[in-house]
């Protein structure tokens, strides 16, 4: 299994119920932090390529802003139309303090 982490920044950045897009290898992220747990999904909506970060996170699920649909960050699964199609998720580790994030194994939505 080949792996390609990058370094996204420190973890301490991004609090406990916070998220945040991550520019990384070409792609958009969405990196949130649900309760202490760090997940990554594409940042784009599965509808209309929103920007998923600037949305609303409640808990694991956050609320695309342009036309409502949820997705859980850890998962990538839509919860609700408009949006079909499950987001791409990307394994996330952390080294002394830094977070890093899998664009190589990415799972397929
Ligand atoms: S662009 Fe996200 S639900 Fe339409």
Redesign the pocket.
Known sequence: MTQDFIETGMAAELAPGTMKRVDAGGRRILLANVAGRLCAVDDT??????S?STGVLKGELVK??????RFNVCTGEALEE??EDNLRTYAVRLEGGRVLIDLHEAGTP
């Open positions: 909506c599965t509808h209309e390529e929103a998923l695309c802003p342009l036309h409502g649909s408009p949006a």
